[in-house]
């Protein structure tokens, strides 16, 4: 039994060995993120194909424009019928045979002359359709984009926030060796190494958390940049410190109305909507077509008498029809048209006032952050004089356990500060530039 638990452990231990050797490594910059996210992402591929698929219809409606040109055969087997003859004192004598093996072909042309707008229009709509997908594209886009920075920053959030425990619990360590030191020396009491054991202990806690924070950032990224869950990312683009100077607000929100995918895509569904009044409006006229044929058939019918072979007739004309009465169906469409319309300028109203909300928000935001950088690094080096005056002062027997403690928890607060600042700002920085449609 005892065998079988060396073996089962041995294996046990190779094939995690191998699983982990297994795992892909990347070390990753922000832009090459990006470039994978760009590569791998279901929902931009969508959002292209609903692109392609406005593009084709484009093409669909401009063709209806052009002549078209149709060609139509067919084949018919009659019943018997007697021929067609006449009698006369001098005998019978027949017209039109009794032909029972029909054949029919036909080219046919036809132009559209006028339609009361309404070709035009239908193109209208489709080209502003097309130009509305191709900014929702782009609005897809930069989402994509966003989100890669945000889940890349955010893995070097949790891998910065993991250095620091990781600093801490190596401190609260060395600094519960000295106290045992201390207490051999009865220069200490058992509470004292007690309170920092536990002090220890929460470190080691912290630890764990962000571990597991580290991994759920890391699946965040490969989920957003599509690719295998359990790739272990390594961080190589740095955060930048140095912060820049936006323009004031109303500013940045002129330049928000004047780049942002969604406004663009919003006016043009508007011009596609004036375009739709006017296609409702289209059935009050007359539609007019240019046509041509061209039969061979056997027999043809416009051949007397009929004959058993392949004739070659044509006809051509201009054709015009006009819905004198439809029970208002077409002020009833118009009124559908024109109630869009107002649906799609309110719309773009509505989607004006958060815009002009958002890049608010996120103006300020940036600034913020700005502020707590400058602070926050003043609070580092603070905070670093104080442990080191005061793990001196402790190793003197000066200062107590609680003071090491307390000066311990200020310096991890300190570098937590500062990695948040740093971090918030870029993701700040990187959700204003979005906003501004950049």
Same mark, same amino acid.
């Given at each position: 039994? #005892? ?21 892909? #490594? ?32 484009? #093409?669909?409606?401009?063709?209806? !424009? ?26 019978? =004598? ?22 009361? =707008?309404?070709?035009? /229009? ?18 897809? !886009?930069?989402?994509?984009? =966003? ?112 780049? !942002? ?110 502020? #707590? ?14 442990? !080191? ?11 107590? /356990? ?37």
């Amino acid at each position: 039994m #005892k065998y079988l638990l060396i073996i089962i452990t041995a294996s046990f231990l190779l094939n995690f060995g191998n699983s982990t050797y297994a795992q892909t #490594k990347m070390s990753l910059t922000v832009e090459e993120a990006i470039d994978i996210g760009l590569k791998n992402s279901k929902l931009l591929n969508s959002s292209f194909a609903r692109l392609k698929s406005s593009e084709a219809k484009l #093409k669909e409606v401009n063709a209806s !424009r052009l002549p078209s040109l149709k060609f139509s055969a067919g084949y018919t087997r009659l019943s018997e019928v007697d021929p067609f003859s006449i009698s006369t004192p001098f005998g019978n =004598f027949e017209i039109s045979p009794s032909i029972l093996n029909t054949y029919q072909t036909k080219l046919s042309l036809a132009q559209p002359l006028f339609t009361g =707008f309404k070709l035009k /229009s239908s193109s209208d709509i489709a080209e502003y359709s097309a130009n509305a997908s191709q900014e929702d594209y782009n609005k897809d !886009r930069n989402e994509l984009l =966003f989100n890669i920075r945000n889940g890349y920053w955010g893995l070097f959030k949790a891998e910065q926030f993991k250095k620091v425990i990781d600093e801490n619990v190596v401190q609260v360590k060395a600094h519960l060796n000295d106290a045992k030191n201390l207490l051999d020396q009865g220069m200490l009491t058992n509470n004292d190494v007690l309170k920092i054991e536990v002090q220890y202990n929460d470190a080691l806690l912290r630890q764990i958390d962000a571990n597991n924070n580290l991994k759920l950032a890391m699946i965040n990224l490969n989920s957003i940049m599509g690719i295998s869950l359990d790739t272990e990312i390594q961080i190589v683009s740095s955060m930048d410190k140095k912060t820049e100077n936006f323009e004031d607000a109303d500013v940045l929100v002129k330049k928000a109305y004047e780049k !942002r995918a969604e406004l663009k895509s919003a006016n043009y569904r508007i011009q596609a909507s004036e375009s739709g009044v006017t296609l409702a409006q289209s059935s009050w006229y007359p539609q007019i077509f240019l046509f041509s044929n061209l039969y061979y058939n056997r027999p043809n019918s416009r051949i007397f008498p009929a004959k058993d072979q392949f004739d070659e007739t044509w006809d051509a004309g201009v054709s015009l029809s006009w819905d004198v009465w439809n029970w208002l169906s077409t002020s009833h469409q118009t009124e559908q048209a024109e109630a869009a319309l107002i649906q799609a300028q309110e719309g773009l109203g509505i989607l004006k006032d958060a815009i002009t909300l958002e890049v608010t928000q996120n103006f300020l935001t940036v600034n913020q952050n700005k502020m #707590k950088i400058e602070i926050s690094e003043v609070g580092v080096k603070q905070a670093e004089e104080n442990m !080191r005056i005061t793990t001196e002062r402790f190793r003197q027997g000066i200062a107590t /356990s609680s003071d090491v403690i307390d000066a311990e928890v200020a310096l991890l607060q300190a570098k937590t500060n500062y990695t948040n600042s740093l971090v918030d700002y870029e993701l700040a920085k990187a959700k204003l530039k979005k906003s501004l449609g950049e």
